[in-house]
């Protein structure tokens, strides 16, 4: 297993910014400046952390993403600690731009490893990023059974 906590104020920027460029005949994506400043950050921070080896087999992925407080928070609000962010950027776009980077510095072979991931993304008292990259032992036997082969009885008025 591997877990730590990059200390950093995430970035807005995501997975999601990208732009169509003209390479001779052809159109590509191509990242934008602030996606790649955004990665070179990351990368930045991974770096210590960095295992020997890349993780085998598959894996399951949780990202903690927590941003400072924004400046009209109140002090009840601060006193929480810790509450969810409900605005851009959204997890999807946050989980991939941070699997990519985990996947070009060799903490995992692929990204396509990753059967479990679990993201969340808050405002709080310590911005970062938490980050925890385990092998799941068994991936059939998680604690919530796979939504397509829910096991409820028809009668609890369920569609099935």
């Known amino acids: 297993m591997i877990e730590f906590f990059l200390v950093c104020v995430p970035p807005t920027t995501s997975h999601h910014a990208k732009r169509i460029v003209r390479v001779r005949k052809w ?45 009209g928070e109140s002090l009840k ?25 985990l996947a070009a510095l060799r903490f995992m072979h692929n990204d396509a490893q990753v059967v479990e991931l679990v993201v969340r993304k808050f405002f709080g008292d310590h911005p970062g990023i938490g980050i925890r990259l385990e092998p799941c032992l068994d991936p ?8 397509a082969h829910s096991s409820a009885p028809r009668e609890a008025g369920l569609l099935l």
């Not at 036997?141 to 796979?146: E, I």
């Open 27 to 71: 159109m590509k994506l191509a990242d934008k400046p602030e996606l790649v400043a955004a990665k070179e950050m990351i990368d930045g921070l991974l770096v210590p952390y960095r295992p020997r080896l890349p993780l085998a087999g598959p894996l399951t992925l949780t990202l903690e993403f927590t941003w400072p407080w924004r400046a």
């Open 140 to 147: 059939v036997q998680t604690v919530l059974p796979p939504l």
């Open 77 to 101: 609000t601060r006193a929480r600690r810790l509450i969810p962010r409900d605005v851009n950027p959204d997890c999807s776009n946050l989980a991939k731009t941070t699997e990519d980077r």
